[in-house]
């Protein structure tokens, strides 16, 4: 499967209790309330950027303590619209905001999803006689930064030789709709692999944002794919449309049951994102499991 979902959920993707403006304007009473509840606050980084970076950085990867993004959704035959597989899975995030005003703004995390029965739900481990196998990133780091009125986030992940940072060309565009944001990034690959095939696909991520407290839920994400199923499928000339729908959770009594369960099993170490750079320089040294990188 290999790099079946570059997740930058960039991967795969707020702790703002705010009302954030496009324009970085801010009333004073907001000002003083995020310098005192938040943890960044006396982080030179954190003051320097902009209120929509912050909105971003705060959604997509806690203010502190790990958060999640956990996902369901289905894969489905292209054109027929026929469901072949669910998929369930999660990613689990942390930032670091550096002490230099300039500094990169780092955040760190593991990925993992599993395919499951199309009627029943259970997790695949196989298919057909050929094994089934999750996708799993054990890191990617991306560092952000806001440049043209867009969010930038460049990729590195990879093992050995093929270690490689994925420049964000194009940004993340992102819109305010009443007190919330959309945040929107749409990703069009198309990259030599080791077979000598070329890996071409079509991913979308919509992130919409709303102030704490103003929902029962603040963050959610909808994420479609149009590519090429993994090899196990047995399927090398059929197209698929990915649909997922996630959401965060502050921790693991958060999770859905059965997704927990598996993760528990199968999957412990994506419960936490790697703890600090020095995790992903050690992981970088390794050597890449299937699913990722390889």
Not at 239 to 265: C, M, N, T
Request: net charge negative.
């Amino acid at each position: 499967m290999k790099r079946f979902m570059s997740i930058a959920c960039l991967a795969l993707l707020i702790g703002c209790g705010q009302n954030t403006q496009t324009d970085n304007s801010t009333q004073p009473e907001e000002t003083a309330e995020k310098a005192v509840t938040h943890p960044w606050a006396d982080k030179a980084s954190y003051q320097n950027a902009p209120e929509v970076l912050k909105t971003w950085v705060d959604a997509r990867a806690g203010t502190g303590e790990p958060v999640h993004w956990v996902a369901d959704g289905a894969v489905y035959e292209y054109p027929s619209g026929k469901k072949l597989f669910g998929m369930i899975g999660f990613d689990s995030s942390t930032i670091i905001w550096p002490d230099e005003a300039d500094g990169k703004i780092t955040h760190l995390t593991r990925k993992t999803f599993a395919y499951t029965d199309p009627e029943t739900g259970e997790v695949l481990t196989e298919y057909n006689g050929q094994a089934v196998t999750p996708i799993a990133y054990p890191y990617q780091m991306i560092t952000y930064r806001l440049e043209n009125n867009r969010i930038y986030g460049d990729v590195e992940q990879g093992v050995g030789e093929r270690v490689q940072e994925i420049k964000s060309k194009d940004g993340i565009p992102y819109r305010q709709m009443g007190s919330g944001y959309i945040f929107n990034a749409s990703v069009f690959l198309d990259f030599p692999l080791p077979t000598g095939k070329q890996y071409q696909a079509w991913e979308n991520y919509d992130f919409f944002i709303q102030p704490e407290g103003s929902v029962d839920e603040p963050h959610q994400m909808g994420w479609q794919r149009y590519g090429a199923l993994p090899p196990w499928a047995g399927m090398p000339d059929t197209k698929s449309i990915i649909q997922l729908h996630s959401w965060r959770v502050e921790g693991h009594d958060e999770f859905p049951e059965k997704l927990l369960a598996w993760a528990k099993e199968h999957k412990p170490k994506w419960l936490n994102p790697p703890k600090d750079i020095a995790e992903v320089r050690a992981l970088q040294k390794g050597e890449a499991g299937d699913g990722w990188g390889r």
